[in-house]
Nanobody, 122 residues
């Protein structure tokens, strides 16, 4: 089992940057795909980025490509999401998730953090 805890959210002006961190418990972290998702009020949870197993492939949603960077450190059981050039439409609660399947669907992830709020003002 994996427990996930996000941090790093906050309020930022458009064009600014934030770095989200996801700290995981458990000795099998490196065997999981780690994904970042977000959910804005009244909208469905949507895929942002994922990084596959240790040293594996990375994939981004088109809406964040070129602005966001996902990374993982299996030695520290952490996964980060660096967010640059933030836009008001990036405002949402951001979640990290762990799963066994490399997917953009939140339904295929087994473990979730509690989420961290990101608010981008115009």
């Amino acid at each position: 089992q994996v427990q996930l805890d996000e941090s790093g959210g906050g309020l930022v002006q458009a064009g600014g940057s934030l770095r989200l961190s996801c700290a995981a418990s458990g000795r099998t972290f490196s065997t999981y795909v780690i994904g970042w998702f977000r959910q804005a009020p009244g909208k469905e949870r949507e895929f942002v980025a994922r990084v596959n197993w240790s040293g594996g492939r990375i994939y981004y949603a088109d809406s964040v490509k070129g602005r966001f960077t996902i990374s993982r450190n299996d030695a520290k059981n952490t996964a980060d999401l660096q967010m640059n050039n933030l836009k008001p439409e990036d405002t949402a609660v951001y979640y990290c998730a762990a799963g066994r399947v490399s997917s953009t669907s939140p339904r295929l992830y087994d473990y979730w953090g509690q989420g961290t709020q990101v608010t981008v003002s115009s």
